[in-house]
């Protein structure tokens, strides 16, 4: 079984910073891309940020110079470093992977449970 466990979310004022890391466990042969989304009650779950393997990232425009997104592949293990914070930034996060647990089957895809992130004075 695979798992991927958020930390990090929490309470923070507008122009701070918070850095949500994303551990993946379990049976993994490789990750390909790891990603970070969010969510806010009664809209769709959104991209944020997503990174390859080989370290390429891609983020929305409304994150885009603010947060940045990382890995270390020997730990299996995503970073979003989250600077200038707004409260429009206040969701649930969720990390995201597609994983392969062996060589002789495809890659799936994962989620986390998800990290809540509140900016708020």
């Known amino acids: 079984q695979v798992q991927l466990v958020e930390s990090g979310g929490g309470l923070v004022q507008p122009g701070g910073s918070l850095r949500l890391s994303c551990v993946a466990s379990?049976?993994?042969?490789?990750?390909?891309?790891m990603g970070w989304y969010r969510q806010v009650p009664g809209k769709q779950r959104e991209l944020v940020a997503i990174?390859?393997?080989?370290?390429?990232?891609n983020y929305s425009d409304s994150v885009k110079g603010r947060f940045t997104i990382s890995r270390d592949n020997a730990k299996n293990t995503a970073y979003l470093q989250m600077s200038s914070l707004k409260p429009e930034d206040t969701a649930v996060y969720y990390c995201?992977?597609?994983?392969?647990?062996?060589?002789?089957?495809?890659?799936?895809?994962?989620w986390g449970q998800g990290t809540q992130v509140t900016v708020s004075s």
């Open positions: 995201n992977a597609d994983i392969k647990r062996d060589p002789f089957h495809p890659r799936s895809e994962y």
């Open positions: 379990g049976s993994i042969f490789s990750i390909n891309n």
């Open positions: 990174i390859t393997s080989g370290g390429i990232t």
